[in-house]
């Protein structure tokens, strides 16, 4: 059963960055056919895609958010990363790791999902 | 990016009922959509996939149909642990992009 959890600092303050990793049990990050995901909620809000990364580097951004994120993979320790720089108040939300599956056909979707991790923007 | 409009917002049933939840597409996604449960507090969970494939370990009553630009949720009879936001998905363009949410209240 795959499990992953995020960690990072709770509390950011108004124009510096924001780290988050993710750490990756019971599955390989280097598994086939898998990119590793961020998604964030905003507090009462509904779902945003961030970008996710494939385990040989590949990455894909959503442009909305592209030019102050940046996700790095760790395949030796099974974790990946996201940062994201000048941050604001507008930032804050749950921020999720998750699992993006292609398979064949219009088989994709997002199956393994992390706690969840709240990061507030606040000075 | 592709909008994904989902109606209604907000819909308050009995338990038993059956519910139908609308997602449209601002463009031909042709099956390339998902749909999550999310209660408060959790991590959203994949209940349907390629628009009508039930995932592994979620209950019959959920079923998803439709191709195109709309779809369609349906929970053929309404249990105490549905009650939560449901989210559909689209992967079939770049930035992959979630609809609004319906919440599921109890009536």
């Known amino acids: 059963q795959v499990q992953l959890q995020e960690s990072g600092p709770g509390l950011v303050k108004p124009s510096q960055t924001l780290s988050l990793m993710c750490t990756i049990s019971g599955g390989s990050i280097s598994s086939v056919g898998y990119y590793w995901s961020w998604v964030r909620q905003h507090p009462g809000k509904g779902l945003e895609w961030i970008g996710h990364i494939y385990y040989s580097g590949n990455i894909y951004y959503n442009p909305s958010l592209k030019s102050r994120v940046t996700i790095s993979v760790d395949t030796s320790n099974n974790q990946f990363s996201l940062t994201m720089t000048s941050v604001t108040a507008a930032d804050t939300a749950v921020y999720y790791c998750?699992?993006?599956?292609?398979?064949?056909?219009?088989?994709?979707?997002?199956?393994?999902w992390g706690q969840g991790a709240l990061v507030t923007v606040s000075s | 990016d592709i909008q994904l409009t989902q109606s209604p917002s907000f819909l308050s049933a009995s338990v038993g009922d059956r519910v139908t939840i609308t997602c449209r597409a601002s463009q031909d996604i042709i099956s390339y959509l998902a749909w999550y449960q999310q209660q408060p507090g959790k991590a959203p969970k994949l209940l349907i996939h390629?628009?009508?494939t039930l995932q592994s370990g979620v209950p019959s009553r959920f079923s998803g149909s439709g191709s195109g630009t709309e779809f369609t949720l349906t929970i053929s009879s309404l249990q105490p642990e549905d009650f939560a936001t449901y989210y559909c998905q689209q992967l079939r363009n770049y930035p992959l992009t979630f609809g609004g949410g319906t919440k599921v209240e109890i009536k």
């Open positions: 390629a628009a009508s």
């Open positions: 998750a699992r993006y599956s292609y398979g064949s056909g219009n088989s994709f979707f997002f199956d393994y």
